[in-house]
């Protein structure tokens, strides 16, 4: 630093007159060295940083609270407010092209554009291209996967743990039931190299996420780089989430129950991400942690709002491929927090951005030696700390999408296209082909009059033409104005070019009956792979071992004090109903779960009337509210849809299913049990044994 400072000032002071110290001169001085301070600060600050990516599945612009004063979403909400927000930050129009291009640092153009179901083959990102996991590996970082994958699963070199991760956790392809982790007749849930049996239908999956994000982040050496790649699988439908998240909206009175249902998903989502930055500030990483977060796509018309985005998930309009994105954490200079960059900017470009501060080359010569696409990504880091002083990104064009994909109208979009340019400072969209949505959403939407389902199109002639620095909302078209012919022929032809440069990854937009065969002989029942792979790499370093998942019919007991036991008893102290206490290990210590992991009294069902499920008598909250709070008591009652107790055998808690923080908690004197917060001593220690 002392070097490039008095480099700057001899050469100021020493030129050969006032006359060529102009404030223009002056001025790019000053920007050169801001650059080169904020970029070696930052870098000498944070030696490859923790780096956490929070992808949020369909998230709409305007659900978050940053954005919009109808979601619940303090968490993001202060992360952001503490960040940059990133306000011109591209991705593909929907899920797998999207995932894709981060993963490999192409544009979707020139990796994927197409949304493989589970039973079609190839997809998601070529074996022959080298992913953002395998590049972070090869430096040193331990990288996990949690949630979302859809980047290719038909055969097993295609999964996570042979791109790059040392572990994987959550589904395959790009959608399915958030309770039961259903699709398409059979389960969708994976860890690591075969079937997260026993898992499934345990719990909703945000909470699983969010413990396995938790599982990770304890576990993991603190001297390693992490890369904690959390891809949620909300807001993304089927639209389910526990009554809990959909009640703190009640003071809103909110009456069309897609959109209520949505904004109580994302902030499931929102509770989850605090919880995780909790557990990074707890063990100390992050001071040293990049924090990125942002959608895949714009959200769905039908229970998202992009508001005041023109379009939705699908189209090229802006609601469809402009998404909610910021960048904080405890690496970033003081100077920019707080701040937000309007400059250019595509999910592809982290590719390129993290090796800046990771340390490894941003190329892929085994995608050149196999003739595959170049990356496509552009290191923005400089333009991201640079604070207003660098006002503009180093990007200035981007094609989002292609019309040469003859897939992509039956993968999830309509035929369409876009493409940006800046010219002259001005960044200029020409929108082509057919889109599936057009509409100008409300502030607060959908509703029951209007979700812009009937706002297709089909544009003609070269397409639309719009100045987004003057108009970012997409309200004008100047595709028809003379003064800007000149205009519309250059973008034409660079939209032109992304055509002439598609590129689609191997396999077929069809249907295999092959995937169904295997998934019901093979995986007993689960989606997986079904084709002969092609040179497996080896195994990645060890992740954390495995938790095992929970067995029914067992006792459970504290292992600080092998002489006490769950159990439950008659008190006075909640009317007549029984109580769980931490007592004498009896008939009234034996525990057994339903299929989705709840857990009932044996003692009490058996005197119950059999066969009937209301019978059974459940562990749960009182009162039952969806009550989080600590020192909750917990009583035996029947059970309702969200509130109800389960086993995490790698942590060791008894887990509530509805408060995904809290578990059951005692200490060794026995007495009524109550919730506590699950990283509480009195909360761990559960073992379970075959018997007394």
């Not at 959109?259 to 989850?272: K, Q």
């Not at 297709?456 to 108009?471: E, K, S």
């Not at 102290?573 to 009896?586: M, N, R, T």
């Given at each position: 630093?002392?070097?490039?400072?008095?480099?700057?000032?001899?050469?100021?002071?020493?030129?050969?007159?006032?006359?060529?110290?102009?404030?223009?001169?002056?001025?790019?001085?000053?920007?050169?060295?801001?650059?080169?301070?904020?970029?070696?600060?930052?870098?000498?600050?944070?030696?490859?940083?923790?780096?956490?990516?929070?992808?949020?599945?369909?998230?709409?612009?305007?659900?978050?609270?940053?954005?919009?004063?109808?979601?619940?979403?303090?968490?993001?909400?202060?992360?952001a407010a503490t960040g940059v927000v990133l306000e011109s930050f591209y991705t593909y129009k929907y899920c797998s092209p999207t995932r894709s291009?981060?993963?490999?640092?192409?544009?979707?153009?020139?990796?994927?554009?197409?949304?493989?179901?589970?039973?079609?083959?190839?997809?998601?990102?070529?074996?022959?291209?080298?992913?953002?996991?395998?590049?972070?590996?090869?430096?040193?970082?331990?990288?996990?996967?949690?949630?979302?994958?859809?980047?290719?699963?038909?055969?097993?070199?295609?999964?996570?743990?042979?791109?790059?991760?040392?572990?994987?956790?959550?589904?395959?392809?790009?959608?399915?039931?958030?309770?039961?982790?259903?699709?398409?007749?059979?389960?969708?849930?994976?860890?690591?190299?075969?079937?997260?049996?026993?898992?499934?239908?345990?719990?909703?999956?945000?909470?699983?996420?969010?413990?396995?994000?938790?599982?990770?982040?304890?576990?993991?050496?603190?001297?390693?780089?992490?890369?904690?790649?959390?891809?949620?699988?909300?807001?993304?439908?089927?639209?389910?989430?526990?009554?809990?998240?959909?009640?703190?909206?009640?003071?809103?009175?909110?009456?069309?129950?897609?959109?209520?249902?949505?904004?109580?998903?994302?902030?499931?989502?929102?509770?989850?991400?605090?919880?995780?930055?909790?557990?990074?500030?707890?063990?100390?990483?992050?001071?040293?942690?990049?924090?990125?977060?942002?959608?895949?796509?714009?959200?769905?018309?039908?229970?998202?709002?992009?508001?005041?985005?023109?379009?939705?998930?699908?189209?090229?309009?802006?609601?469809?491929?402009?998404?909610?994105?910021?960048?904080?954490?405890?690496?970033?200079?003081?100077?920019?927090?707080?701040?937000?960059?309007?400059?250019?900017?595509?999910?592809?470009?982290?590719?390129?951005?993290?090796?800046?501060?990771?340390?490894?080359?941003?190329?892929?010569?085994?995608a050149a030696a196999a003739g595959l696409p170049a990356i496509d990504s552009v290191n923005q880091w400089p333009f991201l700390v640079g604070g207003?002083?660098?006002?503009?990104?180093?990007?200035?064009?981007?094609?989002?999408?292609?019309?040469?994909?003859?897939?992509?109208?039956?993968?999830?979009?309509?035929?369409?296209?876009?493409?940006?340019?800046?010219?002259?400072?001005?960044?200029?969209?020409?929108?082509?082909?057919?889109?599936?949505?057009?509409?100008?959403?409300?502030?607060?939407?959908?509703?029951?009059?209007?979700?812009?389902?009937?706002?297709?199109?089909?544009?003609?002639?070269?397409?639309?033409?719009?100045?987004?620095?003057?108009?970012?909302?997409?309200?004008?078209?100047?595709?028809?104005?003379?003064?800007?012919?000149?205009?519309?022929?250059?973008?034409?032809?660079?939209?032109?070019?992304?055509?002439?440069?598609?590129?689609?990854?191997?396999?077929?937009?069809?249907?295999?009956?092959?995937?169904?065969?295997?998934?019901?002989?093979?995986?007993?029942?689960?989606?997986?792979?079904?084709?002969a792979p092609g040179p497996v790499p080896p195994p990645p370093t060890p992740a954390p071992p495995n938790p095992h998942p929970p067995q029914a019919?067992?006792?459970?007991?504290?292992?600080?004090?092998?002489?006490?036991?769950?159990?439950?008893?008659?008190?006075?102290?909640?009317?007549?109903?029984?109580?769980?206490?931490?007592?004498?290990?009896?008939?009234?210590?034996?525990?057994?779960?339903?299929?989705?992991?709840?857990?009932?009294?044996?003692?009490?069902?058996?005197?119950?009337?059999?066969?009937?499920?209301?019978?059974?008598?459940?562990?749960?909250?009182?009162?039952?509210?969806?009550?989080?709070?600590?020192?909750?008591?917990?009583?035996?009652?029947?059970?309702?849809?969200?509130?109800?107790?389960?086993?995490?055998?790698?942590?060791?808690?008894?887990?509530?299913?509805?408060?995904?923080?809290?578990?059951?908690?005692?200490?060794?004197?026995?007495?009524?049990?109550?919730?506590?917060?699950?990283?509480?001593?009195?909360?761990?220690?559960?073992?379970?044994?075959?018997?007394?």
């Open positions: 630093l002392m070097i490039m400072f008095r480099t700057c000032h001899f050469t100021m002071s020493h030129m050969k007159s006032a006359s060529d110290r102009t404030p223009a001169t002056v001025m790019i001085f000053t920007r050169v060295a801001f650059v080169l301070t904020t970029t070696i600060l930052a870098r000498a600050s944070s030696i490859q940083p923790h780096i956490v990516y929070y992808l949020v599945d369909d998230l709409g612009y305007a659900n978050v609270g940053f954005h919009n004063d109808e979601p619940l979403t303090p968490n993001i909400d202060k992360l291009s981060f993963m490999s640092g192409r544009l979707p153009i020139h990796v994927n554009q197409q949304n493989h179901p589970p039973s079609f083959p190839g997809g998601g990102v070529p074996l022959g291209m080298t992913t953002i996991a395998d590049k972070l590996s090869s430096v040193g970082y331990s990288c996990h996967q949690i949630g979302k994958w859809h980047c290719g699963m038909s055969s097993v070199d295609r999964l996570p743990v042979h791109r790059g991760f040392n572990s994987s956790f959550g589904y395959l392809s790009g959608a399915e039931d958030h309770y039961t982790q259903t699709r398409g007749g059979f389960v969708d849930f994976w860890r690591s190299t075969g079937p997260a049996v026993g898992y499934n239908g345990t719990s909703y999956s945000t909470f699983m996420y969010t413990r396995e994000q938790l599982r990770i982040i304890e576990t993991h050496d603190a001297q390693t780089p992490l890369f904690l790649y959390m891809a949620f699988q909300n807001v993304h439908g089927p639209t389910q989430v526990p009554a809990n998240y959909t009640d703190l909206y009640k003071s809103k009175d909110i009456n069309y129950t897609p959109r209520l249902l949505c904004l109580g998903m994302i902030a499931a989502v929102d509770e989850s991400i605090g919880v995780s930055l909790q557990a990074l500030k707890d063990r100390g990483l992050y001071n040293n942690t990049l924090v990125i977060f942002t959608s895949d796509n714009g959200g769905p018309h039908d229970h998202a709002n992009n508001f005041p985005l023109r379009g939705s998930k699908g189209a090229d309009f802006e609601g469809g491929v402009r998404v909610a994105a910021f960048i904080a954490g405890g690496i970033l200079p003081d100077g920019v927090r707080g701040t937000t960059k309007y400059g250019l900017m595509h999910i592809c470009d982290w590719y390129a951005t993290l090796a800046d501060l990771a340390g490894y080359k941003a190329d892929d010569p085994r207003d002083r660098v006002p503009h990104s180093n990007r200035t064009a981007l094609c989002l999408s292609s019309m040469a994909d003859p897939g992509n109208a039956t993968s999830g979009g309509v035929g369409g296209s876009g493409t940006i340019l800046v010219i002259n400072g001005t960044k200029w969209k020409l929108v082509r082909g057919s889109q599936g949505t057009s509409f100008f959403p409300g502030v607060h939407m959908p509703n029951s009059s209007h979700d812009g389902s009937d706002s297709g199109i089909t544009i003609p002639g070269a397409g639309m033409l719009f100045n987004l620095t003057a108009d970012p909302n997409e309200h004008v078209d100047l595709s028809a104005v003379g003064a800007h012919a000149e205009v519309l022929q250059t973008i034409s032809a660079h939209a032109v070019a992304c055509d002439a440069s598609y590129y689609q990854s191997d396999g077929r937009d069809a249907n295999d009956n092959s995937a169904a065969a295997a998934a019901r002989s093979t995986y007993g029942g689960f989606w997986g792979p079904w084709l019919g067992v006792f459970y007991k504290n292992s600080a004090n092998s002489a006490l036991c769950l159990a439950h008893e008659k008190k006075a102290l909640i009317s007549d109903q029984p109580v769980v206490v931490f007592g004498k290990c009896d008939s009234t210590s034996k525990w057994a779960h339903d299929s989705d992991g709840a857990i009932y009294s044996v003692d009490l069902n058996n005197s119950a009337a059999a066969g009937q499920e209301t019978a059974k008598k459940y562990i749960r909250h009182h009162p039952p509210e969806g009550t989080c709070a600590v020192g909750v008591t917990d009583i035996i009652g029947i059970r309702t849809t969200e509130i109800y107790t389960t086993f995490d055998a790698a942590a060791g808690t008894l887990q509530s299913a509805n408060c995904p923080d809290m578990c059951i908690g005692a200490s060794g004197q026995g007495g009524v049990v109550s919730l506590v917060k699950c990283s509480d001593a009195a909360a761990q220690g559960w073992t379970q044994t075959p018997g007394i």
